[in-house]
C-alpha cells in the first residue's frame, strides 16, 4: 500500500505537466487517475486469488 499512496502524493512534484496529453487529460491527471485504476485492478486480483485459498466455513 506504500506504493501507490507515494505514487499519487509524489506526483505533483514528479509529473506536474501538462504536455504530454493523455486522451486529453494533462498528464498530472491521467497519472492519477492510471493510479487509482491500478490500484483497484491489482487489490481486485488479490482478492480473488486470497478467496480461492480461503479455508471453507463450517
Known sequence: MLVP???ILGAPWMANRIEPRV???PFLLAWIVAGVLLT???MWII????????LPRA
Open 40 to 42: 483497484s485492478l491489482v
Open 23 to 25: 486522451f486529453g487529460l
Open 5 to 7: 499512496m507515494l505514487a
Open 47 to 54: 482478492h480473488t486469488l486470497d478467496r480461492r485459498h480461503a
